[in-house]
C-alpha cells in the first residue's frame, strides 16, 4: 500500500487581511534529514524535502564525483533509520568493490567544503582536477524555446503551488519539451534528483539538455551540471561570481535573469540561436 506523501506538512496559522484576524489551514514545505550512507559507513546529512530520496542519494554520488557512473552502484535502498525521528530518512548505497572511495579523504573533503564554502580558485581547482569533459559545443537552443521554459516550469510545480516555499529544477530538451522535474527546498537537491533521475535512467551524459532552475545558479549548480554533461543552464534569478567564472573555463553556457522575454548571456552565448 503506497504510503502517505511526507513533503507538504500540514498547520493552523493566524492570518490578518486588512484588519481581520482569523484562524485558516496553511500548508508548509517539509523538511527533514537525509542522511546518505555507503555500506555502513556515513558519508553526508543534507536537509531536504522528502520524496525522490534514492534520486536524491544517486545524483548527490554522481555529481560529487564520488562514482564515476551508474555501472559503479550496486543497489540504493531506502532504510527505517535508527528511531521513529529518522523513519524514512536513510539512504544506503553499495558500491561495486573497485568503486569503494577512502573515507578518510571524503571526510577531509567535505569538511573543507563546508567550512571554506569551496570558495575561489581552489573551488574551480577541485573541479578541474576531475578531468570533467567540456559540454556539447554542437549544442543549440533558440532563443524563443528558453524564454517560454520558466511558466512550463512554474505550471509544472505541484508542490510549490501548495505551499509557495519549495525550488525546482526540470530538464528540457532543445524543442522545450519538459523530461523531468523534481522539487526541494534545497536548489542543490532538486538539481541532484533530476541528474539522479537521469543517472538511475541511463540517459547520462545530458549532452543535448537543458537544465533550469528556481532561483539563483550558483557555484554547487553549475559544477553539478558539468559533471552531468549539461549544455545548459538557466535561471530565472542572478548566478554567482564563482558560478559564472566555472562556466567561462569550462565552456557551460549560463543564463540568469531568465523573465518574461528578458534574458541574461554570462557565458557560451553561441549556444543560444538568436540570443
Known amino acids: 500500500m503506497p504510503t502517505k506523501s511526507r513533503s507538504v506538512d500540514l498547520t493552523q496559522v493566524s492570518e490578518w487581511d486588512d484588519g481581520k484576524l482569523s484562524r485558516k489551514d496553511d500548508y508548509l514545505a517539509a523538511e527533514e534529514p537525509l542522511e546518505i550512507r555507503i555500506g555502513d559507513d556515513p558519508l553526508s546529512v543534507t536537509m531536504r524535502t522528502p520524496g525522490h530520496d534514492i534520486e536524491l542519494a544517486a545524483g548527490f554520488l554522481f555529481t560529487e564525483g564520488l562514482v564515476p ?3 559503479a552502484i550496486q543497489s540504493l535502498d531506502t ?4 528511531g521513529a525521528e529518522n523513519r524514512g530518512n536513510l539512504v544506503v548505497a553499495r558500491l561495486k568493490p573497485d568503486a569503494a572511495p577512502d573515507f578518510e579523504k571524503l571526510r577531509r573533503h567535505f569538511f573543507a567544503n563546508s567550512s571554506c564554502g569551496i570558495c575561489g580558485k581552489a573551488s574551480i581547482d577541485a573541479v578541474r582536477s576531475r578531468t570533467l569533459r567540456a559540454p556539447n559545443p554542437e549544442f543549440r537552443l533558440d532563443a524563443e524555446t528558453l524564454v517560454k521554459l520558466p511558466e512550463l516550469l512554474r ?3 505541484e508542490t510549490f503551488g501548495r505551499t509557495g516555499g519549495l525550488h525546482a529544477a ?5 524543442r522545450g519539451e519538459m523530461l523531468v522535474l523534481r522539487e526541494d527546498i534545497g536548489r542543490h537537491n532538486a538539481v541532484d534528483k533530476v541528474i539522479g533521475w537521469a ?5 547520462v551524459p545530458l549532452a543535448d539538455l537543458v537544465l533550469l532552475v528556481s532561483g539563483r545558479g550558483g557555484f554547487e ?5 558539468i559533471a552531468a554533461g549539461l549544455p545548459v543552464v538557466a535561471s530565472v534569478s542572478a548566478p554567482s561570481g564563482l558560478a559564472v567564472r566555472l562556466a567561462r573555463e569550462l565552456g ?3 543564463v540568469g535573469f531568465l523573465r518574461g522575454r528578458r534574458f541574461v548571456i554570462y557565458s557560451g552565448a553561441e ?5
Open 69 to 71: 557512473g551508474r555501472e
Open 79 to 82: 532504510d527505517q533509520g535508527d
Open 155 to 157: 505550471a509544472s510545480q
Open 170 to 174: 526540470a530538464l528540457f530538451t532543445a
Open 199 to 203: 543517472l538511475l535512467e541511463n540517459h
Open 221 to 225: 549548480i553549475v559544477q553539478k551540471a
Open 252 to 254: 557551460l553556457t549560463l
Open 271 to 275: 549556444r543560444i540561436a538568436g540570443g
